[in-house]
């Protein structure tokens, strides 16, 4: 299996335009998380799906914030307008119930290193 | 206070010496997972446990659920286990499977 994908790597753009970050999770992992990390705050929970239901979006910073899963092999995360205090690495991770030793492991992808200036 | 305390922030040792990384938390739990974040930035999960003790080559980890905490160790350190260390609990509310991390601990082994 090729884990979790996530796309773009890097994203640098300006203030107050729209980013959007992809994520593809391990095909037949039924959860899918998004995560940022800034040295600051650390690593901190934005939104979960579980079969592509929106289950904790408690750790949304704002509206501008929104997340998306249309279907089991995809999810969407849009900041629209961005801003400077967006800089972050976002990642997005996925896990199953159903791996015998591994039930509720997170598997992370490689992240996207995102700069607004 | 955070839910979930790590100690040492930053811990030098050098190659071979036993490393110890300690994370406590406040909250009840039904899952520690251990994470491995490499200078490049990759995160990965080296274990989750909800008792007693894992292990895995060179790595162990030990919960002691009364006491709320976890140990990391590390036998035989080396060069390549230079990285950041991350502990993370998942809560026993409910089902949820959101995690919550401590800040980490930066390990550097010199050769």
């Known amino acids: 299996d090729a884990g979790v994908i996530q796309s773009p790597r890097h994203e640098v753009t300006e203030m107050g335009q729209e980013v959007t970050l992809r994520c593809k999770p391990i095909?037949?992992?039924?959860?899918l998380f998004w995560y940022r990390q800034t040295m600051m705050r650390g690593l901190e929970l934005l939104i979960y799906f579980n079969n592509n239901v929106p289950i904790d979006d408690s750790g949304m910073p704002e509206d501008r914030f929104s997340a998306k899963m249309p279907n089991a092999s995809f999810s969407t995360l849009k900041i629209q307008p961005s801003e400077p205090r967006d800089s972050a690495v976002y990642f997005c991770?996925?896990?199953?119930?159903?791996?015998?030793?591994?039930?509720?492991?997170?598997?992370f992808g490689p992240g996207t290193r995102l700069t607004v200036t | 206070k955070n839910e979930v305390e790590q100690s040492p922030q930053n811990l030098t040792a050098q190659e071979g010496e036993f490393i110890t990384i300690n994370c406590s938390y406040s909250v009840g739990i039904s899952a520690l997972h251990w994470l491995q974040q490499h200078p490049g930035g990759g995160i990965v999960s080296l274990f989750m446990l909800s008792s007693g003790k894992k292990k895995h080559g060179r790595l162990i980890a030990t919960i002691n659920i009364q006491e709320k905490h976890s140990s990391l160790h590390i036998t035989a350190s080396h060069p390549r286990d230079s990285a950041v260390y991350i502990c993370a609990v998942r809560s026993d509310g409910g089902g949820s499977e959101k995690l919550v991390f401590g800040k980490g601990t930066k390990l550097t082994v010199n050769p």
């Open positions: 095909s037949g992992h039924n959860s």
């Open positions: 991770a996925s896990s199953t119930p159903g791996a015998r030793d591994h039930a509720y492991e997170q598997y």
